[in-house]
């Protein structure tokens, strides 16, 4: 049962075009989501985080959106630039002592030149 | 000091041999984690340390066994493993409870 969906396994996108990587879940006691940028054969690099008392939050080129109801979260990468060309997974936690992560099966994004 | 470190960076390995992975930060980090992650797959958890106490185990087999011998430092001991056992091997940290984890770079391991 994947409680955190991604079902776009890649995207292509050009250069200083808006990138838009999506994000379901189903389990609501998810109150706490990030997304994490991999480049092959390295460990996960923490990009930005909501709480789920938010609807969005924005970190430079980077902003994401949560909509609770829909139980949907979205990444937005403006503009693009090809060294954003690596696999995006988001990942939800329902916090707690463990804050243990739930991560999606992750889509791969082309930024063009 | 804002990384996880992790040695080795690659480990090839028998199905009858013992090893060891180890995790190292220096953040003041009191959770500690491993994940493990196949090829095209996301990362899925495996332990959980939460102030050097093992709160977490994911029904993972006993022939991985973790340690946290300080606050510091995380190993995972390696015996008898099995071909399908081959994956990435991610270490990660965070403060405490909804606060973001930091990976290491992870330890490819083979076992043949």
């Known amino acids: 049962d994947q409680q955190v969906k991604q079902n776009s396994p890649s995207l292509s996108v050009q250069e200083g075009r808006i990138s838009i990587l999506n994000c379901d879940y189903t389990n609501s006691m998810f109150d706490y989501f990030l997304w994490y940028k991999k480049y092959p054969a390295e460990g996960p690099t923490f990009l930005i985080s909501i709480s789920s008392i938010k609807d969005k939050n924005e970190d430079g080129r980077f902003t994401v959106f949560l909509n609770k109801s829909a139980k949907h979260l979205s990444l937005h990468i403006v503009p693009s630039q090809p060294g954003d060309s690596a696999v995006y997974f988001c990942?939800?936690?329902?916090?707690?002592?463990?804050?243990?992560?739930?991560f999606g099966t992750g889509t791969l994004l082309a930024v063009q030149p | 000091d804002t990384e996880v470190t992790q040695t080795p960076k690659h480990l090839v390995m028998g199905m009858t041999n013992k090893k060891s992975l180890k995790c190292e930060q220096h953040?003041?980090?009191?959770?500690m984690y491993w994940y493990k992650q196949k090829a095209k797959k996301p990362p899925e958890l495996m332990f959980v340390?939460?102030?050097?106490?093992?709160?977490i185990n994911e029904s993972v087999p006993s022939r991985f066994s973790p340690e946290c011998p300080n606050s510091s430092l995380l190993n995972l001991h390696l015996h008898a493993l099995q071909p399908e056992d081959s994956a990435l091997y991610l270490c990660?940290?965070?403060?405490?409870?909804?606060?973001?984890?930091?990976f290491g770079p992870g330890t490819r391991l083979t076992v043949l």
């Open positions: 990660a940290s965070s403060q405490g409870s909804y606060n973001e984890q930091f």
């Open positions: 990942a939800a936690s329902g916090g707690g002592a463990t804050n243990k992560l739930i």
């Open positions: 340390y939460s102030y050097e106490k093992l709160s």
């Open positions: 953040m003041g980090h009191r959770a």
